[in-house]
Nanobody, 128 residues
Framework: VQLQVSGGGMVQAGGSLRLSCTAS????????MGWFRQAPGKEREFVAA????????YYGDSVKGRFTISREISKNTAYLQMNSLKPEDTSVYYC??????????????????????WGQGTLVTVSS
């Protein structure tokens, strides 16, 4: 499975951006897609995830109420709509996908180790 990321860029605080992540190859095998981010000098942070089959969503505490993850099944694409952006949201954002038959519990969805496919990072810069 290959993941292609688009979107990102620079925006002022309070603005919005949308990231897209399109799966190709054995896209049908993907059952969870997620977004992580990593700022310079910081650890990778869970942002959001969505179960592909029934759309259950998960969010990191720092983005709840501001970010929305969604998916468009026919296009094998997941989206991350980011609203009310803050300077602390500045980071490189990564798309991740989980393929496989092993059941992933909700508590584990926030762990980067759960995901076995990764897209390239895209830089999001929020200016104050």
């Amino acid at each position: 499975v290959q993941l292609q990321v688009s979107g990102g860029g620079m925006v002022q605080a309070g603005g919005s951006l949308r990231l897209s992540c399109t799966a190709s190859g054995r896209a049908y095998s993907t059952n969870i897609m997620g977004w992580f981010r990593q700022a310079p000098g910081k650890e990778r942070e869970f942002v959001a995830a969505i179960r592909w089959s029934h759309g259950t969503t998960y969010y990191g505490d720092s983005v709840k109420g501001r970010f929305t993850i969604s998916r468009e099944i026919s296009k094998n694409t997941a989206y991350l709509q980011m609203n009310s952006l803050k300077p602390e949201d500045t980071s490189v954002y990564y798309c991740a996908g989980r393929s496989g038959n092993r059941l992933i519990f909700s508590a584990d969805v926030t762990q980067s180790s759960v995901f076995n496919n990764w897209g390239q990072g895209t830089l999001v810069t929020v200016s104050s």
